[in-house]
Each structure stands twice: as C-alpha cells, then as structure tokens.
C-alpha cells in the first residue's frame, strides 16, 4: 500500500494506491495557512487512512519546490510558508513515517514511466507544458534528482537555435535570463507570442481554435511554436534519447502535437532516422498525487 499527497497552495490531495496503482482511498482538503497547521493536517490525514484502510510504513509527497542538497531544508516551494524548513524531519517526526519528497514534474514524470504513457520505458522524459514548463527524468523507474535538485529543469534553457528574427524578443523571464524555452512553448508563452505578434488577447486554446478553422495568422503561430518545441525537445534527445517523452499540463491537449512534433524534431536529431516517441500524459490531474504515492515504495 503506497500513500501520496500532492501539496498545492490551495488544496493538500491524499491518494492510498495498491502496490498494483489501483486507487484505494481519496481525500482532499484545503492547504493550511502556517506551518504549524500544515504538519497537524497531514497527521489527521494520515491517522484517516489508518482508520480506514490500515497500516502503512512510508509517505512521498509531491510539490512545486525541492529539498535544497546542501541545507536539507525546503526551497522554491508555492506555499511558501514551507520555504527553510527541514520538512522531511518535521513530518517524519509529526507522524512517525518515513517521508520521501520530489517536485510535482518529477512526480508526475515518475507516475506516467511507472504506469501511464511512459510505461515500459526504461528513459522517460516528462515535461509539463501549462502555465510554466516543468520536466522531469525517470531512469528504470527512479527518479534523476541531480546535484543541484533542478534535472529536468529545461524550460530555462536558452531556446536551441533562437533566431531574433523569426523567433522575436520576448524579453526577460521571471529568472532573470532571456529567452527562455518556457517563454516560448508553455501556454502561457505560445500565447504571449501570439499576442505580442498580432496585438490580441488570446489565450492557448483559443488561438488553437482558430487553427482548427484554418486561420492563417494562427496555423503560422503555431507552426512556428512547433517549430521551438521540436528544437527544444530534439536537445533533450540529443542528450538523454528517451524511450518515451511524455507531455502534460494544457499544451498537452493539442491533438496534432502527437502527429506533428515527431517529424519535426526529425531534422533537429544526430541521427538519420530518429524514432521519438511522444505521448500525452495518461493519469491528467492526478499523476502528481500518483508519483507522489510511488516514491513511497
Ligand atoms: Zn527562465
């Protein structure tokens, strides 16, 4: 029996998986305000899933921060209330269980390798593409964590191949380096671009709708995104070559991606005939909570 929580800064979700990832038991409830309050929380929600369920041994917990590698305390965490703290020892303490802990993009790049769009592969790599762009790597089912606690952290890499010319200036990125991957292939940047290029005020999918409709100015925003997606991920190929890349959060629900991005990547690969692999994410929502749950084991 594995127990996973995803941490938002809004709501704690709990989910109880068998050892096969069948989904036990449910619970979500409001994140506290202080971090008094939100060690108490986890315990009574832990005290629920032994009430209910039975006995368990460890808890991993899924969130938007890391464990900082030379302090061993919290860093970068949304509910920030959380930040400098040595979280791992506090809960171990509150609830007497082993606590393993790893960022939302790893936990949701761990929960599609072990049973989701990556299942069966030995490389995965994850990435969500919303209102930021996350990335995570799982090797054999086991999540690269890295020196620094930022693998996968690719979406603010400079963009591959950045032409001012075609690709425009979007200006700085909130850290503090220009042209980042993520100002460009999130939702939020395929959007801005659009914006910026055709003073609109659209958001990702409506822009997509007009794609659908044959709209040019639209069919050659995205061809262009495209085009800085497949730049961006042949670069994660040519380092890592994944089985499987597996993409989530909004961008993920463009239909023609899986069709499109394979082939034009192709031109971007040190190889003459790549085979990529890229596939939408399986478990949507809940494939943090879902990581979450299979670190614990
Ligand atoms: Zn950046």
Redesign the pocket.
Known sequence: MLVGFDIGGTKIELQVLSDQGEVLFKLRQPTPGDYAAFLIKIREMLMDVENKIGFFGGIGIGLPGAICPTTGKMKNANCTFLNGRDVIGDLCQATGKTVRIANDANCFALSEAVDGAGGGGTVVFGAILGTGCGGGIVVNQSIITGANAITGEW??NPLPGYNPETDGDIGQ?????KN????YISGTGFAAQYNHKYQADLNSQQIMALVDAGNEQAVAAYQLMLDQMARSFASISNILDPDVIVLGGGMSNIERLYQDLPSAMNKYIFSNEPKVTVRRAVYGDSSGVRGAAWLAK
């Open positions: 979406g603010h990125c909130y850290c503090g380096k980042c991957i993520e100002q």
